[in-house]
C-alpha cells in the first residue's frame, strides 16, 4: 500500500510538473503578447502621437488574429500533431514580440499585432487541450487542477511583465521597444519548458474532429455569451487601466507594483482556488462567480478616492478572478463534451472569448476619446461583466455523450 501511494504522490508530481511546462504557452500567449501592452500603452500612446480609439485597435487587431488563431487551432493540431503546432506557434509568437521592437510604423505594429494573436491562440488552444490529456480518467477535480497549474501561467507571465517592462520604460523614450524586445527574449527561454513539457503529453490517438457538432453548440449557448461578455469587459480593464492609473497621478512605481499584485494574486488564486472550484460547481455556477469576482475587482479604481490602496485593492480582486474564465471554459468543455472533441470545443470557446476582446478595447477606447475619459470606458467595462454573470447563469448541467 505504500508503494503504491508513493507511486501515487510521484505521477501526480510528474503530471502538474508537464502542466507547468506547458504553461510557459500562457506565460508567453497572454502574459507577454496580450497583458503587457497595458504597461506599454502610455508611453507608446504618448511618443507615437495616438488617440485612445488607435492604441485600443492595437488590442483590436491582436484579438482579431486571435479569433482567426483560435478558429483554426483545431486544423493546426489534425494536420501537424498538438505538439508541433503548440511549439510553432509559440516560437512565431516569440518572433512577432521581437519585431514589434524594430519599428514605429502603425500599419507595421498593427500587422504584427495581428500576427501575434493569431499564433499565440493556436499555442492557447491547442495547450489547453495536451494538458487536458495530461490525465485523461482522472477523477474531475484532479484534471481541473492541472488546467489551473496551465492557466497560473498567464499570471507568472503578468507578474515577469510588471518586472521588466518597467525597468525597460527607465531608460528613456525608446524604453518601449526595450520591453518588446526583452518580451521577445524570454519568449524564446520560454520554448525550452515549453518543448520538455509537450513532449511528455501523447498526441491524441482514434479520430478527433476538427469542428462542434451542432447539437452541442447549442447546448453550451449560454456558455459561449458569458464567454463573449467577459472577454470584452475583462480585456477593457486590462487595456485601460494602467493609463487610467497614470492620469490619476499615480507613477510608475506603483503602476508596476499594481501589474505584480495582479498577476501573483491571479497565480495564488487559480493554483488554490479555481481548480478545484471549477471542478465542484456545475453547470454555470463558476463563470457567474468569476463574471462577479471581476466586476467588483473594476469598481476600486472607479468608486474610490484615487490612490494606491484604490489601485493594489482593484488588483487583488480583479487579479484573483480574471484568469478564472479561461480555467471555467477548460473545465466545462472537458465535462460536458465528448473527449473526441475536446480541442474543437475549447478552440470555439475561445474564438467567442476573442470576439470580445476584439471588440470591448475598440468600444472602450472610444468611449475614452470623449466625455468622462478613461473612466468612462471602464463602466463599460463593468457593464459588460455584470451581463455575463447573468448569461452564465442560464447554462445548465449536461453530461459528455
Known amino acids: 500500500m505504500t508503494a503504491i501511494s508513493a507511486e501515487g504522490r510521484t505521477s501526480r508530481v510528474g503530471q502538474a510538473l508537464v502542466a507547468l511546462g506547458l504553461a510557459a504557452g500562457p506565460v508567453v500567449a497572454l502574459g507577454f503578447t496580450r497583458f503587457a501592452y497595458a504597461l506599454l500603452l502610455p508611453p507608446m500612446h504618448?511618443?507615437?502621437h495616438w488617440s485612445y480609439a488607435q492604441a485600443g485597435g492595437m488590442n483590436t487587431a491582436n484579438a482579431l488574429g486571435y479569433i482567426l488563431g483560435a478558429a483554426s487551432a483545431a486544423f493546426w493540431a489534425r494536420r501537424s500533431g498538438g505538439r508541433s503546432a503548440f511549439l510553432w506557434s509559440l516560437a512565431i509568437s516569440a518572433v512577432a514580440l521581437l519585431a514589434t521592437a524594430a519599428t514605429a510604423d502603425?500599419?507595421?505594429?498593427?500587422?504584427?499585432?495581428?500576427?501575434?494573436?493569431f499564433s499565440t491562440a493556436v499555442a492557447f488552444v491547442v495547450g489547453s487541450a495536451l494538458v487536458s490529456r495530461i490525465?485523461?480518467?482522472?477523477?474531475?477535480?484532479?484534471?481541473?487542477?492541472?488546467?489551473?497549474?496551465y492557466m497560473a501561467g498567464v499570471g507568472i507571465g503578468v507578474v515577469i511583465s510588471g518586472l521588466v517592462v518597467p525597468a525597460a520604460l527607465s531608460s528613456g523614450e525608446a524604453g518601449w521597444r526595450m520591453g518588446w524586445l526583452l518580451m521577445g527574449v524570454l519568449a524564446v527561454i520560454a520554448l525550452v519548458p515549453a518543448w520538455?513539457?509537450?513532449?511528455?503529453?501523447?498526441?491524441?490517438?482514434?479520430?478527433?474532429?476538427?469542428?462542434?457538432?451542432?447539437?452541442?453548440?447549442?447546448?453550451?449557448?449560454?456558455?459561449?455569451?458569458?464567454?463573449?461578455?467577459?472577454?470584452a469587459g475583462y480585456v477593457s480593464?486590462?487595456?485601460?487601466?494602467?493609463?487610467?492609473?497614470?492620469?490619476?497621478?499615480?507613477?510608475?512605481?506603483?503602476?508596476?507594483?499594481?501589474?505584480?499584485?495582479?498577476?501573483?494574486?491571479?497565480?495564488?488564486?487559480?493554483?488554490?482556488?479555481?481548480?478545484?472550484?471549477?471542478?465542484?460547481?456545475?453547470a454555470g455556477l463558476a463563470p457567474a462567480l468569476v463574471a462577479v469576482l471581476v466586476f467588483l475587482g473594476v469598481l476600486p479604481v472607479l468608486l474610490m478616492p484615487p490612490g494606491p490602496g484604490a489601485a493594489l485593492l482593484s488588483a487583488v480582486v480583479f487579479g484573483a478572478g480574471f484568469m478564472a474564465g479561461p480555467t471555467a471554459a477548460t473545465v466545462i468543455a472537458r465535462r460536458m463534451l465528448p473527449h473526441a472533441v475536446w480541442t474543437a470545443g475549447i478552440a470555439l470557446l475561445t474564438v467567442a472569448f476573442s470576439v470580445g476582446q476584439a471588440v470591448g478595447p475598440l468600444l472602450s477606447g472610444l468611449m475614452s476619446d470623449g466625455e468622462g475619459g478613461i473612466a468612462r470606458g471602464l463602466w463599460l467595462s463593468a457593464g459588460l461583466?455584470?451581463?455575463?454573470?447573468?448569461?452564465?447563469?442560464?447554462?445548465?448541467e449536461h453530461p459528455a455523450s
Open 385 to 396: 461583466l455584470a451581463l455575463a454573470a447573468l448569461a452564465a447563469l442560464l447554462q445548465r
Open 237 to 282: 480593464y486590462m487595456t485601460f487601466v494602467v493609463a487610467l492609473l497614470r492620469s490619476q497621478g499615480l507613477g510608475a512605481s506603483t503602476t508596476a507594483l499594481f501589474f505584480v499584485v495582479l498577476g501573483l494574486s491571479s497565480v495564488v488564486a487559480t493554483l488554490t482556488v479555481w481548480g478545484r472550484l471549477c471542478g465542484f460547481l456545475r
Open 46 to 48: 504618448r511618443e507615437l
Open 106 to 117: 502603425l500599419t507595421v505594429l498593427l500587422a504584427l499585432r495581428f500576427a501575434g494573436g
Open 135 to 149: 490525465a485523461v480518467g482522472a477523477p474531475q477535480r484532479r484534471s481541473a487542477s492541472l488546467v489551473a497549474v
Open 196 to 231: 520538455l513539457g509537450a513532449r511528455a503529453v501523447p498526441e491524441a490517438s482514434g479520430a478527433h474532429a476538427s469542428t462542434l457538432p451542432a447539437a452541442q453548440l447549442r447546448r453550451l449557448g449560454p456558455t459561449f455569451v458569458w464567454y463573449v461578455l467577459f472577454g
